[in-house]
């Protein structure tokens, strides 16, 4: 039987690719134009854009260069084997808390924006309640399972996206992209930060190197997971740039919805394309939900092994709504997202670069045959 | 009567030398049934007797007849009690030298002798042998190898499985002329007794589904499995998923093509539906016709199929999405169109939509029901009410009936009849979801759908395979049926051990 | 499992109960095809809604039901606010407005020009329920007289309005429709631009010709058709057009089939920018009564340079209304530094058509080349030599 189980709990090299990248386009490119387009003049914020990937690129090859000397644990277990037991706890601990945090976020943020598109009247708290039912649902299941819905769900994704940039294509006006370089650089570098933090959310691969069947491609995969959503970040603020111009993305809350909100498809049996496009985008953020949230009940289990996944699941989701429930305003949902992103960048990133560096010194490697 | 053999209790019982006494044995095992017959024959016309045993409706008439009643009167040298042969060299000649029949046992256990009767075999007692001769008289009425009525193609072969399991090995067999196929027999039922067949090819298919289905198999304990539904619903994997984990098939042509592509398939006796494991999502939507017809028209097809699936699914759910919550996606002239329709229409769209979805249910199965004369009333009601008479009464709008029959006719163009009804179950879901929170909803129950199909797995192998986990090869024979001479490999998900079906064109190696 | 699917079906029945929020059946939408905006009293805002009558339409197209019933219905309110108004008009009708088919919004003369069209737009690009495509017009006049007239051909004065901003594509004089999604960027950025501008004449209307916004979001003053087809050829917007001309005392029709604009710059005075428009003409003859013989290459270069001669006429027409009237600059040449000159243009923007107004000063050279491509698909209709 060992052999025929195609990795039910294994996790291959395409769904480390697909997983990466659903993870980190998430709400990112509804609202990365914005605050590029705020920060930097004209459509400089594409130089902004590519220093925040080349800094997500080296941070996800660090991540991987980690994963690729531990193969087969996740963090807590390279923690432990770096440092101690009591340090892998307060890792795995606050790694929960934020990836817990970051559901919480990601399902408020989802509520805020179907309000805004699909409906009028429905209070946020049921939209919430809805997709945390869901949420359930899905994470109840093995994580496996969960890497590989990416599989369905990113192309869909993509081919959305796709279909609104041909769909504008006659909107466009290479006028607006001009005039070049004019940001200067303290902009610039200031726009950055906003971009890296639109590269959160692959280290939850960290977890997930448990089951990476080939922890020697996961270098390769986590990557090319990052060049994907960079590639679909400038493309996009390319394409809204081009076809708003930049003070007007500077003034709209979501300017890739409303880049969908005008195609017209001609003799369509649809109108109004951003409820479509706004659809399809729910379940994208359903999958960076998800493994967030498996993400979370992983590291709690490392902590406290002894309650099922299904207690765990039980017992979060009511806290999920509750801290989803907290920001009052759109403001303040955009603060609250700040927040988790410097922990994000503390936890998920230079953490990881800080235990690499240690294990280097130590000379701290995995359990060799494992690969 | 004497006991000396039966009394004993733990064990087998044994046949008695007496010929009188197992008529009378054999007589009050089967309570004396009205369709056992006994025939005391005397050999050759000799002083030597025995008696043959079977039931009438079961058994060959004309074998028995011919083959075995004729040949023993004319065996005369057997006859005579002074040849100096012992008893069970008469009975060893008897078998060799006097039937014509190729199937003769010796055996001496009641039990074995009791089964044979009740499969058709004849039994003949000799005077004083302590052995029994069972002979292959097994003869059953058996419908004529026709075009299966639920799985019609326009072109392919028209021969589909019938009850008896002999000729659905033969039919496989026919196709398939390799050593390597396999049939691995089962016995279920305690009291039915059915053979139930495994059958695969040795050399391709992955040692290991053949493992998880033997073991599977192997827990069936039933009194009776009437149809290979029984079998299913006891080995699939998930009792709560609303698909279809095993393919059940009439078609040999589908069955021996599984074969070859690495799967396995279960025959039950007493069915024409052979069960194909594992399955997944994929296999339900494609029919064989799609490898039949060129590959351009059998992608065609199959892309409509995937959007019957879709339309199925959510048509009517987008309906209500549409007309209830978001009216600002319908085009201008549609809208007011649409609005015009409904003005008079009484009931929210969901309910409208409830009431005809339900409606379509009832006529389908009032129809499937129905001796056919009658059916055809149910047509014209069903039509009627359906069509006219509820656009015209204001119950609902001329839309509706449009989506529900676009629906109901998706439904059936999906080739898995289980697998129709599936997709019509979910959409009663899909649309309750529309009602309550627009294309949200709808969404949401996609999300399900599909985390819940990507979680089942049928004998071990993903559900959703090749879309998830991904198999690029397999892509070739996915949604797009790519040419013949593209399709050189076996499928990837299966794991076959033998990957290669074919030489690309043209290179002989 | 079951537990939480036993929940989900308690959750799902639960709200199934409570009712629905934002379920309203389509039957009960009073869609808005189209809104008119005038001045009220007192600074108020007097807004109307052209509703449809979806059985009135349903009974035309059938050939049935009420034909003598009206297709369209037209509620107007007065408030000081937008919002207001459109609330106060859901008091008095019995189905609530719905926008998301508003077609056009159209603004009188007297808010525009008043300088209000930035307080009357705002709930129409701030609302998610509008559409960025719908378009914006500025009426001559009441703005909900338009609303009312009676259609020749199409059934809702809105279907006619729309159909026809549509024709830039055969008509030179009608600036391109402009869409919310436009009009936003307008509002955003300081320049001045253009928007279509609608008349009255009986039961017809007229989108020739263009209302011209300056930079403080004022309306400045009308263009005439012609005007606009200059303000055209400045913006490069022309998709077709006509121009006629004498040829020996008599008419000759060009068709424009094609036309393009290039702008140059010469920045060397930042207080001074002079421009080099060059435009470039394609086309063929649509009509002549003129006896030339148009194979002749001679008279095929007269005839390119009568057009663009007449093409250049036109353009400095509205150069000099734009430069010296309205001191508007409504062609995109601000853009055009904004593009290519960026560093000049930062020092400039604030007096380019305010404070210093230096694009009334600028020096625009106007180029016109003319390609005539066809004569068409006769040479003559009269008999040679006559």
Known sequence: MKSFEYGDREIGTTEVVYGVSNMVIGFGVLTLPRSLAAMTESSDGWISLMIGGGAALVFGWLIALLCARFPKMGLSDMTKAVANGAVANVVAMLFACYTFLFVGYETRGLANISKLYLFDRTPEEAICLFFLLVLAYGVAGPSAALLRLNLIFLPLVLIIVFLVLTMNITFFNMHNLKPLFVTDWQDTLKATKGTVFSFLGFEIFLFYNAWANRPKAMKKAILGGLAIPLFIYLIVFVFVIGIFGSEVTKNTLYPTAELAKQVEIPGGFFERFESIFFTIWVVTLFNTAAMAFDVTIIALRTLFPKPKRMTWVIWLCPLIYLVSMQPQSVTEIDTFGEWISYAGLAIGWCLPAVLLGVAKMRRIKGNEQAS | MSESASDDKRGESYVFPDMQENIGHIRRMLGDPADLVIRIISIGGGERSCALAFLSGLSDKAVIDEQIVRQILKAGRFGQEDTGMDISEVLGGLRNETMSVSQVLEVNLWSDVIKAVLYGDTAMFLEGADDVLLIGTQNWKERSIDEPPTEALVRGPREGFTEKIETNIGLIRRGIRDMNLRFVSYTIGRRSRKTLILTYIQGIIHPAIVEEARRRLDTIDIDDAPESGFIEQWIEDSFLSPFPQLLHTERPDKVRAALLQGKAAVMLEGTPFALILPTTFVALIQSPEDYYERWLIGSLIRLLRYLAVIIALFAPAIYIALVSFHQGMIPFKLAFSIAAAREGVPFPAIIEAMVMEGTLELLREAGVRLPKPIGQTIGIVGGLVIGEAAVQAGVVSPIMVIIVAVTAISSFAIPSYSAGIAFRMLRFATMLAAGILGLFGIILTFIMISTHLVRLRSFGMPYSAPFAPMFITDWRDLVIRSPVTFLTKRPEFIQTKNINRANKRGKRS | ?386
């Not at chain 3, 609330?87 to 603004?107: A, D, F, G, Q």
């Not at chain 3, 010709?209 to 490069?236: C, H, I, P, Q, R």
């Not at chain 3, 040449?333 to 694009?359: C, M, P, Q, T």
Request: hydrophobic share 40%.
């Open chain 3, 1 to 386: 499992m079951s537990k939480l699917l036993r929940g989900l079906v308690a959750a799902a029945s639960l709200i199934l109960a409570a009712g629905c929020w934002d379920r309203v059946e389509i039957e009960d939408r009073g869609f808005v095809v189209g809104s008119a905006i005038d001045e009220g009293k007192d600074g108020a805002y007097e807004l109307t809604f052209q509703y449809i009558v979806p059985s009135a339409m349903q009974g035309k197209s059938a050939g049935g039901g009420h034909p003598s019933a009206q297709s369209f219905q037209n509620v107007s309110s007065t408030a000081a606010t937008l919002f207001k108004a459109a609330r106060k008009m859901s008091n008095e009708t019995s189905r609530p407005p719905y926008l998301e088919h508003n077609k056009i919004i159209i603004v009188s003369e007297r808010l525009a020009r008043a300088g209000k069209i930035q307080e009357v737009l705002d709930l129409f690009v701030r609302d998610p329920e509008m559409r960025r495509a719908a378009k914006l017009m500025i009426s001559v006049g009441q703005a909900k007289k338009l609303l009312e007239i009676k259609p020749p051909i199409e059934t809702l004065p809105v279907q006619y309005i729309n159909s026809t901003s549509e024709n830039p594509q055969k008509s030179e004089s009608i600036v391109p429709a402009t869409t919310m999604g436009h009009v936003h960027r307008f509002l955003l950025e300081e320049h001045s631009f253009a928007i279509p501008r609608i008349t009255q004449t009986d039961s017809k209307v007229s989108l020739s010709g263009a209302a011209v916004f300056g930079s403080d979001k004022k309306m400045k003053g009308f263009l005439d058709g012609e005007e606009t087809t200059g303000k055209n050829y400045f913006s490069g917007t022309i998709k077709a057009g006509a121009v006629e001309v004498e040829i020996e005392g008599k008419p000759l029709l060009f068709e424009v089939k094609r036309a393009s604009r290039t702008l140059y710059a010469n920045v060397s005075d930042p207080e001074s920018p002079a421009f080099t428009v060059n435009v470039r003409i394609e086309g063929n003859v649509g009509e002549t009564y003129s006896h030339v013989d148009l194979l002749d290459p001679q008279v095929i270069r007269m005839i390119e340079n009568r057009v663009s001669d007449k093409i250049r006429e036109i353009m400095y027409v509205v150069l000099e209304k734009l430069q010296k009237e309205y001191k508007a600059d409504a062609i995109g040449l601000s853009d055009y530094l904004n593009e290519n000159h960026y560093r000049v243009w930062k020092k400039i923007a604030a007096d380019w058509d305010r404070g210093d107004h230096l694009f009334s000063k600028c020096k625009v050279d106007v180029k016109v080349h003319t390609r005539l491509r066809i004569i068409g698909a006769i040479e003559r209709v009269q008999p040679e030599g006559e």
